[in-house]
Nanobody, 116 residues
Framework: QVQLVESGGGLVQAGGSLRLSCAASGFISNINAMGWYRRAPGKQRELVATLTTGAITNYADSVKGRFTISRDNAKNTVYQQMHSLKPEDTAVYYC??????????WGQGTQVTVSS
């Protein structure tokens, strides 16, 4: 099992910045990639950014140039730095980890609210 604990969400004005953190624990040696997804009110969950163990990143078009995913291997933590936030970025953000057997693990979610 892998446990994921997110932190760093909150309320910010448009144009502001936030940094999300996701600390992983448990059986993390088989993790192949970690990332962030989000679900806005009335919408389906969507991919925001992913980072593989080979340091390959993937971003949704809507966040390219504004969000950066990174990791601290010593802390088993993945971060998502978010700049130039827009009201449409308002959502619950979920940390995700997937292992080499394609098993997905999810955090509890953290709310990000961007006011206009």
């Amino acid at each position: 099992q892998v446990q994921l604990v997110e932190s760093g969400g909150g309320l910010v004005q448009a144009g502001g910045s936030l940094r999300l953190s996701c600390a992983a624990s448990g059986f993390i040696s088989n993790i192949n990639a970690m990332g962030w997804y989000r679900r806005a009110p009335g919408k389906q969950r969507e991919l925001v950014a992913t980072l593989t163990t080979g340091a390959i990143t993937n971003y949704a078009d809507s966040v390219k140039g504004r969000f950066t995913i990174s990791r601290d291997n010593a802390k088993n933590t993945v971060y998502q730095q978010m700049h130039s936030l827009k009201p449409e970025d308002t959502a619950v953000y979920y940390c995700n980890a997937v292992n080499y057997y394609s098993i997905n693990y999810w955090g509890q979610g953290t709310q990000v609210t961007v006011s206009s």
